[in-house]
């Protein structure tokens, strides 16, 4: 058997794209309770309230809002994660089915805002912590182990507006104080945890869109945003080691592979440094426990100061993490030369790949690439490895039968699934892969729920309407069918 013995099957969720009741039992707000839904073609929106009067923005990373506005909820917009799929009141019925797939672990993640309503609370909201206690107990019944996010895209509103979106040191202690709460809590219920979700998003995402604010600025934020969650992230790992030395931590990094159009040295140069700030810097950050030479460059384009202390470098040192963990879902191309054959799509860009095909949200099936980074990854920090997002994002539509025949979405986990295979083969040390929204949830990108990835369907749609009945699809019994095989049986 390639697959270790205890491999960690499973699959993966967020709080904001799942549970719902975002005003229920003293949950405060959310920034993601002030994004309005978007399309393919459409951004999503901040919306707020500015001189007594309701606006809107972009919801693009490094924007914000204006100067003296506050976020706030529009009456007459819709909020799709204000509901999602409603997970928080039927948990039960869904981590019930995730166990009859057989699943050894559930990837999901805690609101701030259910534990502290506004982020700087003195004592926790103890609704929420029972609310996650049931839940983690419930994945326990079943033997899952749970896999938690501590920050997953879920700043609370009014943490984010009083310290400019982590521009502020105190932001720092709010969010261990924040994770101090979670690891003492749960205690013996939780054994694996990522400090925040795809932290290099605040540079990929720079990469990806314009901005109206000077590149300089942009890039000042989002390295000074990216220090302050560094330094988090270090004394997070330090704490839990000391309140219970079972604890696993992993960072979290959105895996995107680059590749040369060209064997131009110049467009080889581009692809390293492309690698070097939007991959290796956090990760080597987290794993390494200290900037990388190259960190330099990187600060001097865009002239970049940092608020950096004596005591960060020692917190970064001694808090490194003890797995690395990742999500893929496609690769890109890039180079220095003019082309006209270019990817336009949801968080997708650059030129497009004559060898891959592409899904209709611009994402390239490139199962090679997550076998390429699985080796470059082993190689670079020697640590054990999770790939905990991995999917196909598709209409699904249900047949004249009553049932789901979703055969591209298990072709597409087939050959992500023989591409570990390969890797593990070759020497990497990957202990577990929970498969992106194992049920339908709304799209983070694009608010949309059209936009499927589960096993799960939910009868809900892009407008919110819907009786959120679930219903198993054709890669429900596939996947079960793979992990009883332990990967032996893809067909």
């Known amino acids: 058997m390639t697959f270790p013995k205890k491999f960690l099957w499973g699959g993966a969720t967020a709080a904001n794209q799942i549970e719902g009741a975002y005003d229920v039992d003293g949950k405060g707000l959310s920034v993601t309770d002030v994004t309005t839904a978007g399309s393919l073609k459409a951004p999503r929106m901040l919306t707020y309230k500015l001189n007594g009067k309701l606006g809107k923005t972009p919801a693009l990373p490094g924007a914000g809002l204006p100067a003296g506005a506050e ?38 993640s805690i609101a701030w805002t259910r534990i502290f309503p506004n982020g700087d609370e ?69 054994k694996y945890w990522l400090t925040f979700n795809e932290i290099n998003s605040s540079l990929l995402m720079l990469n990806l869109f314009g901005n109206s604010v000077s590149n300089d600025q942009v890039y000042q934020h989002a390295y000074q945003k990216l220090h302050y969650q560094f330094v988090a992230s270090a004394r997070a790992v330090k704490l839990a080691h000391k309140i219970d030395p079972n604890y696993v931590v992993g960072n979290m990094i959105c895996g995107i592979v680059d590749y040369p159009l060209t064997p131009d040295p110049k467009d080889i140069m581009l692809n390293r440094h492309s690698w070097e700030r939007d991959i290796f810097y956090c990760g080597d950050v987290q794993c390494k426990g200290k900037y990388p ?12 100061k940092l608020d950096i202390t ?13 797995m690395y963990t990742f999500s893929y879902y496609m690769s890109n191309v890039l180079t220095t030369h003019e082309v006209t054959d270019k990817v336009n799509g949801n968080f997708a860009a650059g030129v497009k790949n004559p060898y891959l ?10 199962p090679d690439g997550l076998q390429y980074y699985l080796e470059v990854m082993n190689d670079r920090y020697e640590l054990p ?53 194992c049920i339908d949830l709304i799209s983070a990108g694009t608010g949309q729920m059209s936009k499927r990835y589960g096993f799960i369907y939910v009868d809900r749609d892009d407008e919110g309407k819907g009786s959120l009945k679930r219903m198993k699809k ?14 032996a049986d893809l067909a």
């Not at 400019?164 to 924040?178: A, G, I, L, N, T």
């Not at 095909?357 to 490139?366: I, K, M, N, R």
């Not at 054709?474 to 990967?487: C, L, P, R």
């Open 474 to 487: 054709d890669s429900f019994d596939w996947y079960k069918k793979v992990i009883a095989s332990n990967g």
């Open 71 to 108: 976020g706030a909820i529009d009456p007459n917009e819709y909020y799709p994660n204000h509901v999602a799929i409603d997970f928080y009141h039927h948990y039960k019925e869904d981590i019930k089915m995730f166990a009859e797939m057989g699943f050894k672990v559930f990837r999901l």
């Open 385 to 437: 490895m999770m790939v905990v997002e991995n999917g196909l994002g598709a209409v699904d539509k249900i047949s004249d039968d009553g049932k789901i025949h979703d055969d591209y979405r298990i072709d597409y986990l087939r050959q992500h699934i023989q591409a570990m295979e390969k890797a593990i083969d070759n020497g990497v040390d990957l202990i577990g892969y929970t498969t992106w929204g």
């Open 122 to 190: 003195e004592k926790p909201n103890q609704a929420g912590l029972d609310f996650y206690r049931k839940v983690f107990e419930e994945c326990k019944k079943y033997r899952i182990e749970p896999l938690v996010t501590i920050s997953h895209y879920e700043d609370p509103l009014h943490l984010s507006e009083k310290y400019h979106d982590w521009q502020d040191r105190p932001m720092v202690d709010e969010f261990v104080k924040y994770a101090k709460v979670l690891f003492e809590e749960y205690k013996g219920l939780v």
């Open 310 to 322: 004596d005591q960060d470098l020692i917190d970064l040192a001694e808090g490194t993490v003890d």
């Open 357 to 366: 095909s592409y899904s209709e949200w611009g994402w390239a099936t490139d």
């Open 293 to 304: 030479a190259y960190a330099k460059r990187l600060w001097q384009e865009h002239h970049v």
